[in-house]
């Protein structure tokens, strides 16, 4: 009996650790952005990650030193573009895939205290570069070196870098090593990418395999082009750029070149690099202004012996905040031309560009520069807006024969009521019979000089007029016009009246 208590015993116990070793394997919490699970010895394994842009991935979490990633935990991604691990995150699978696919990721970094993990120029290897990794998709350099030191290349380590895919730049890739393997989907999707390899060793077996596989295959894995190399390595000794200094305003761009010595260096290739990319983006040597505020623009020969630096300044983009037209209506005859001006606010605004257009151009055309030609009577709108749309003004043009003004005083009508408005006045007036219309002028100078000039249909009596200047005085006068054997006929001017504007 007493066996077969402590039998029991021994079984609850075993059934109560066997409970917390699944529950502490299956339980998740989430901080910072990160899904863990707690593993057996206390640490973190990361199964999960809501953050974009650049990731740091902490050493702990909640306390939990973070040692796992969980496979494929990065991949397909497109909103990741760098990825720091720290200290205590040990060695990957071969097919982990854990960045794969992340087409803007450009640069994977690790913390030097790491033991199993390394990165190079943001590339990822095992901490004694015997086993590449990753090379990021959104990695800028046109050409790479392969270590000698690699034996191994993960699978889907340089899938879709290539020129031509989603986001690779890569053009040439250097097998420095014999002995360095892949696997079948390390190059998947690098159709455009030319990969030179030594003669003998493993290397040349893999060539060869990957090859007759390919040729086999009913998979089309858009290989990469293999060409024999013979290992001779002219290394870059110095880089220089055209420039140093440079100031762009945002949305601008400008390209800066670069000079990689001797010119017989077997890559003289550049990878261009942005300290940061929100304020200031490069690609192969064109460098776009996002947002105000400093970055450095770095060229480094692809070998990394050398690199030249140019700091740009970004300013920002001054808009336009107001746009306004030099007269509201003009009168003119047929054949005649006047130029409308429009006045810009602020007078600094990085783009004053206008674009003209009339609504009906048999009747007035307009030119990009604001000239009015008037082609046969009628009425028409000029309006006048900013190349974003965002502002416009319009004039209203009245298009009238070329004959000469012929005066009628029994047509002359008169002002029966005239109030002032805030920054603007109403003035009604008697009707006048068997005429085209009203012409009401108003002014500050009680000789009406610099006044300006409405029209209104016969059928009105009345008009307000808006946008004048606030408690000033205005004098106002009102006249008809028709027309008599084809020439416009003015009346007199009604007596002048003035008013305040409120």
């Not at 502002?391 to 029994?410: A, L, M, N, Q």
């Not at 008697?430 to 002014?443: A, N, P």
């Amino acid at each position: 009996m007493e066996k077969r208590g402590l039998l029991h015993f021994i079984i609850l116990v075993a059934v109560i650790f066997l409970l917390s070793f699944v529950h502490d394997n299956a339980s998740a919490a989430t901080s910072g952005g990160f899904t863990y699970e707690v593993q057996t010895d206390g640490t973190a394994k990361i199964t999960e990650c809501t953050l974009n842009g650049n990731i740091v991935i902490p050493e702990s979490l909640d306390g939990h030193r973070v040692t796992k990633l969980q496979p494929e935990l990065f991949m397909g991604k497109t909103t990741v573009t760098s990825v720091h691990i720290p200290s205590g995150v040990k060695a990957f699978g071969m097919f982990d895939y854990i960045f794969s696919y992340c087409y803007r990721l450009k640069a994977i970094t690790v913390s030097s205290d790491n033991n199993e993990l390394c990165a190079v120029n943001g590339v990822l290897y095992s901490k004694n570069m015997s086993i590449l990794y990753n090379y990021p998709c959104g990695k800028t350099a046109p050409a790479f070196y392969v270590p000698e030191t690699v034996t191994d290349i993960c699978c889907t380590a340089f899938a879709s870098t290539a020129i031509g895919s989603p986001s690779g730049h890569l053009e040439k890739l250097y097998l420095k090593g014999i002995n360095t393997t892949w696997y079948t989907y390390t190059f998947y999707g690098d159709g455009n990418l030319k990969v030179y390899y030594k003669s003998g060793g493993d290397t040349e077996a893999y060539v060869n395999a990957g090859r007759a596989h390919a040729q086999t295959s009913s998979i089309d894995y858009n290989y990469p082009v293999f060409t024999l190399w013979d290992g001779q390595i002219t290394p870059t000794t110095a880089i220089t750029i055209n420039k140093t200094a440079m100031t762009l305003k945002e949305g601008a761009h400008e390209e800066i070149t670069a000079q990689v010595y001797p010119a017989n260096a077997t890559s003289t290739e550049v990878e261009w690099i942005s300290s940061n990319e929100e304020v200031a983006e490069v690609y192969r040597g064109t460098v776009y202004a996002n947002t105000a505020g400093t970055a450095i623009i770095t060229a480094k020969t692809v070998d990394g012996t050398a690199e030249a630096s140019c700091k740009v300044t970004v300013l920002p983009f001054i808009k336009v905040s107001e746009l306004k037209l030099s007269k509201k209506e003009l009168e003119l005859k047929v054949g005649k031309s006047e130029q409308l001006i429009v006045n810009i606010v602020p007078s600094d605004a990085d783009n004053k560009n206008v674009e003209w257009k009339s609504l009906d151009p048999d009747i007035a055309s307009v030119d990009q520069n604001g000239i009015v030609t008037a082609h046969k009577v009628g009425d028409t709108v000029i309006t006048v807006s900013t190349e974003d749309k965002q502002f416009k003004d319009t004039c209203e043009v009245f298009v009238v024969e070329d004959r000469p003004e012929v005066f009628k005083p029994s047509s002359k009508p008169q002002i029966n009521e005239i109030k002032g408005k805030k920054k603007g006045f109403t003035v009604k007036w008697s009707r006048v019979s068997k005429i085209l219309g009203y012409e009401i002028q108003y002014s500050t100078n009680k000789n009406f000089k610099n006044a300006k000039t409405k029209k209104v249909k016969a059928g009105k009596q009345s008009v307000t007029i808006k946008k004048l200047k606030s408690k000033k005085t205005y004098y106002v006068r009102v006249r008809t016009y028709s027309t008599e054997t084809g020439d416009i006929i003015y009346s007199k001017w009604s007596a002048k009246k003035k008013v305040k504007t409120k």
